[in-house]
């Protein structure tokens, strides 16, 4: 069903009330904004399927209810994009959340599989992608169009049906809750300016007063974008950025030795990006940012994580978990070092797998050896 006009909007919110699961997808264009611009929403309840045209609707607020009803699962595939669209259009985050991107890594499937795949896989059904790339902003719209659109949440509701039922004849249905729930953190989609140089490529190169310049700008480069509503990139680049800093350019002419620079910015905004250079460069040095990268005093651990990666893998292929899934380089680095906090190797489901085994491996208090071709775990004496 097309949804254009609020009447119509209005009777299905009233209807879906009545489901136990509302599939939720999005369409948008934002290559030429900052914010992404929905043109069309796409869901699915135990009985129908819809796409709703927001350029025809007065008010996607009468949805709230729905998203917000704990009795209903939303259900999101990839769902990151789709739930910053929709904190932003409406104000809200929908509770619960199942997203079956997330779920199909503890089923054995491969880290971040499609949909088209997984729909493949647990459906039996080839989908047609022809319409990934259309222009979904334009009007009327194709019946490809319409039927991609709705083949995107019309299969959800099975995909869910079937990976609950796996999860829990696992004992795994509850192991996801708490990554479903941090899906519903207003603090995952909310723009911290402050910390956006972090994400900057190549910003590696700096060093700590550098990182303290590079903060200043990206800071007011996310500001701008967000005001003009354009891509960051068409204010400066992320290498430009870091290029600038790394010069410590303190003057426009300085400053206009990064190439492309002189034909980005005016001369109002280059005053304005020379002066935050300084501001980070003469800040105090206790302000300056940390560098994420490991520090040269840190030891070497490429023997450590050769015996972890191994026993994850182990444990990763016995449990039908994708590797990724799992563990992370990052966690398992920080892990072989000693750290323990704010890890999440370290909680939950995956400390009861191999976190708590890999802090035994690095006590000592397991060995790992070749068995017929195979990894063998042993208790150690001590």
């Known amino acids: 069903m097309y949804i254009a006009n609020q009447d119509e909007l209005d009777s299905f919110a009233a209807r879906a009330k009545q489901s136990s699961v509302l599939a939720i997808d999005t369409e948008f264009l934002r290559e030429k904004t900052y914010y992404a611009r929905l043109c069309l929403l796409q869901m699915a309840t135990d009985d129908e399927t819809v796409i709703v045209d927001p350029f025809e609707v007065d008010d996607l607020s009468v949805l709230a209810p729905l998203l917000e009803d704990e009795s209903i699962v939303k259900l999101f595939h990839a769902g990151g994009q789709d739930l910053e669209i929709l904190y932003r259009e409406m104000g809200i985050l929908p509770k619960p959340i199942f997203d079956t991107q ?64 796996a999860l ?32 900057l490529k190549r910003v590696s190169q700096l060093s700590r007063k550098q990182l303290s310049a590079a903060r200043e700008v990206a800071s007011w480069r996310e500001v701008e974008a967000q005001r003009r509503d354009v891509p960051r990139k068409w204010i400066v680049t992320d290498e430009q950025i870091v290029e ?64 972890m990666t191994a026993l994850v893998r182990l444990r990763a292929k016995e449990n039908g978990v994708a590797f990724p899934t799992l563990a992370s380089h990052d966690d398992l680095a920080r892990v072989a070092r000693g750290y323990t906090d704010g890890i999440d190797l370290l909680r939950g489901w995956r400390r009861a797998l191999v976190g708590k085994e890999l802090l035994d491996l690095l006590a000592g208090n397991i060995a790992l050896s070749l068995e017929k071709g195979g990894l063998k775990v042993t208790k150690t004496s001590q």
């Open 102 to 165: 997330i779920a199909a890594a503890l089923l054995g499937h491969t880290q971040q599989i499609g949909y088209a795949a997984l729909v493949y896989s647990e459906c039996g059904v080839q989908l047609k992608k022809i319409d990934s790339f259309t222009d979904w902003s334009r009007r009327p719209l194709s019946q490809s169009q319409l039927s991609y659109a709705a083949e995107d949440v019309i299969y959800l509701p099975k995909l869910y049906a079937s990976m609950h039922a």
């Open 244 to 307: 600038a800093c790394k010069r410590e350019a303190r003057t426009i002419d300085e400053l206009f030795m990064v190439r492309g620079l002189s034909d980005r910015l005016g001369t109002k905004d280059a005053r304005s990006v020379v002066a935050l250079i300084a501001k980070g460069l003469d800040a105090p040095k206790e302000t300056w940012p940390e560098t994420d990268r490991t520090s040269k005093n840190e030891r070497n651990v490429d023997a450590e994580l050769d015996l």
């Open 168 to 199: 829990e004849e696992k004992g795994r249905l509850h192991w996801l809750d708490q990554d479903f729930e941090a899906l519903s953190d207003p603090s995952r989609y909310e723009v911290n300016e402050r910390e956006r140089y972090r994400r």
